[in-house]
């Protein structure tokens, strides 16, 4: 059963009030910084949860970890507000620490009944192989707060509120395909804010790596017949971002979500 055509859900593209849940900063930028530049032309309501400090996002001791919270922090900003962000959450939890997913849940639920977005964007917490505990811990406990933040429990949370859909970026399932190539420019400029994590030997190499990605991901689209865009005509070549978008009920007792 195609679940979005029978809840009748608009596309990602339609929404005017989004919110943004990252592990790290910068995560946000890599994942959905085309989709996101896209929103804020359109007037988009965009905010920002960084759910920890970055701190450990360097392999160096040159600097403490204090001074690179501070620094990523400000990176953070910049990239945001070329993405249009108007607000900025962060949870401070340490990076890599050991926070339990049911505590950044219940951090979440209270700013998703307080924000009130249509749309949630995070990390997909199923990645085959994905070894970062904060990514995993992230998206898992974004999907536990989508499900519960429309549920009457844990009042002293806030009025319950019910979030049409979820998308995870680095999704091994997508089925969402959102064409990006007029704002390529736009999500690198943004990316390339966080100097303390591109501005070094490694970016020719990263940087061809997520344009081949998204090269891929816009030829994958139009094979599936998934590939979403405000340009009108598709030509055949292009870029696109990738997303799972799921309803909140496929969040529960869905075995076919993996598929849909
Ligand atoms: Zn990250």
Redesign the pocket.
């Known amino acids: 059963m195609d679940i979005k055509r029978f809840l009748n859900l608009p596309s990602i593209l339609e929404a005017k009030n989004v919110l943004c849940v ?3 900063p ?2 946000n930028e890599i994942g959905a910084g085309g989709f996101l530049s896209i929103l804020k032309e359109k007037g988009a309501r965009i905010t920002f949860v960084t759910v920890t400090d970055g701190r450990k996002g360097l392999p160096t001791r040159k600097i403490t970890h204090e001074e690179l919270v501070k620094i990523r922090d400000e990176e953070k900003k910049k990239a945001g507000e070329i993405l249009g962000v108007k607000e900025f959450i962060d949870l401070a939890f340490e990076d890599g620490g050991d926070y339990t997913i049911e505590e950044l849940t219940e951090k979440l639920i209270k700013i998703f009944r307080n924000v009130k977005p249509e749309l949630v964007l995070t990390v997909d917490g199923w990645l085959p192989y994905e070894a ?1 505990p ?2 995993v811990k992230t998206g898992k406990a974004v999907a536990s707060a989508v499900l519960f933040a429309r549920n009457l429990s844990l009042p002293e949370l806030g009025d319950p509120f019910s979030i049409n859909q979820i998308a995870f970026y680095a999704s091994a399932f997508p089925n969402t395909y959102i064409d990006i190539t007029n704002y390529w420019e736009n999500k690198i400029k943004a990316i390339k804010e966080h100097k303390s994590q591109f501005d070094n030997s490694n970016w020719p190499f990263m940087e061809k790596f997520f344009y081949d990605q998204s090269k891929e991901w816009y030829r994958e689209g139009k094979e599936k017949n998934a590939i979403e865009s405000v340009a009108g005509k598709l030509p055949d070549e292009g870029l696109a971002e990738a997303f799972k978008v799921l309803s909140i009920w496929e969040l529960h007792m869905f075995p076919k979500a993996i598929f849909n």
């Open positions: 990252q592990p790290h910068d995560d970062h904060d990514h």
